[in-house]
């Protein structure tokens, strides 16, 4: 059963089609980047997935059921914005993702902030973007998740951090869930991807994997997007 | 060991031949044992499913083999290698013969010139 599924799913902002038609399912054990220009509804469906938009048509399930109280406890997710209570600090958060889900792995956590010297008495408002971006991951790399959602989680940081990102992305691998990246931001991310799925005005465009697309292009998926979404 | 994609080539195809070249160079010692595929894809920063994909196609060409409950290990059969470091070899020269008549060399000229190559390489 996949872990991610859409039939003919459709989201509408009042006359605004964010999500047209949108089927796919995505098996579990694989690394997906959700590929578009801004605006395309990587979002949208990433919210969808959520439970924190209902859909106007169609319908999408987590593991064989629309999301609810199941889908809360599997997902993982990271949204596009600091959504993070900005007066806690690291060591309070932890306590809060503890309470929240079973899944949590606070020695992992700790172990990864450690390795980053993230002090846990700092505030998330004390924190630079960047530390504050990292500290979110951690948080959520740290559960024995299902479905990890990843919205944008290398925007706007510098190298150094988007190759940390990337790596806890690899050593959490866990063949038995699959990770969702949302970005624009291809060249960075490809080498870490099985499959990719490029999304334009809430439509599917392509959904082929990573070394499918070089072998039949002779170019990067980078190079093949920016060929697909010429403007 | 350093590892490098170009853009127009599968990313699994890459690590075949740069985990080959690892073992023809010495990088990998036969007989060494290969760190698991996750700590593989994460030192070379990709996909482990890439990375797996990659060392099954080793194994079928015998250059790695794998042992069911100890983990993974380049080959002991040197032949192997040998044979392995030979199509290296070629390969490179049959680039290199290709870009020289490119630019309009002959065959003698070309010979001649890698004589001379050759030599002064030996003088430095």
New interface residues.
């Given amino acids: 059963m996949p872990i991610l599924e859409c039939r003919e799913l459709c989201k509408s902002y009042g006359s605004v089609r964010a999500l047209d038609n949108v089927s796919l399912s995505i098996e579990q ?3 997906i980047g959700l590929l578009g220009p801004n605006g395309s509804g990587k979002t949208t469906l990433l919210k969808l997935a959520n439970g924190l938009l209902t859909p106007t048509e169609g319908e999408i399930l987590i593991a064989g059921e629309a999301p609810g109280r199941l889908s809360r406890s599997i997902i993982s997710y990271l949204p596009d914005h600091n959504y993070l209570a900005d007066w806690m600090k690291v060591r309070q958060l932890m306590d809060f993702f503890e309470d929240f889900y079973e899944d949590f792995d606070r020695a992992k956590a700790a172990d990864m902030l450690k390795r980053l010297n993230i002090d846990s008495e700092m505030r998330i408002r004390e924190m630079s973007k960047g530390t504050r971006e990292k500290t979110q991951l951690i948080l959520v790399m740290s559960r024995a998740a299902r479905l990890y959602l990843l919205d944008e989680p290398i925007g706007g940081v510098d190298p150094a951090t988007r ?1 940390f990102i ?2 806890t992305i ?2 959490n ?1 866990n063949p038995e869930a699959a990770v969702v990246i949302s970005t624009h931001l291809i060249a960075d991310v490809e ?4 499959d990719v799925i490029f999304i334009n005005n809430g439509k599917i465009v392509l959904m082929s994997s ?3 697309i ?2 039949e292009h ?3 998926v ?2 093949y997007f920016r060929e697909v979404f010429r403007c | 060991m350093i590892w490098k ?1 170009r ?7 890459q690590l075949v031949e740069q985990i080959q070249l690892g073992i023809v160079s010495g990088s990998f010692q036969p007989g060494e044992r290969l760190m698991s595929v ?1 700590d593989m ?2 030192e070379a ?6 990375m797996q994909r990659a060392l099954q196609e080793l194994e079928r060409e015998g250059m790695v083999y794998s042992q069911r409950t100890s983990g993974r290990y380049v080959t002991e059969d040197i032949q192997v290698i040998e044979r392995a470091k030979k199509r290296f070899a070629e390969e490179q020269i049959r680039r290199f013969l290709e870009a020289m008549r490119k630019l309009g060399y002959q065959q003698e000229e070309i010979i001649s010139m890698l004589r001379e190559g050759v030599g002064e390489d030996a003088d430095s």
């Fill in positions: 054990g694989r690394v190759d990337l790596d690899i050593r691998y080498q870490v991807l099985d990573v070394d499918n070089r072998e002779g170019m990067s980078d190079q | 994609f853009g127009d080539l599968p990313i699994y195809s996750r894809a994460a920063g990709v996909n482990p499913n890439t």
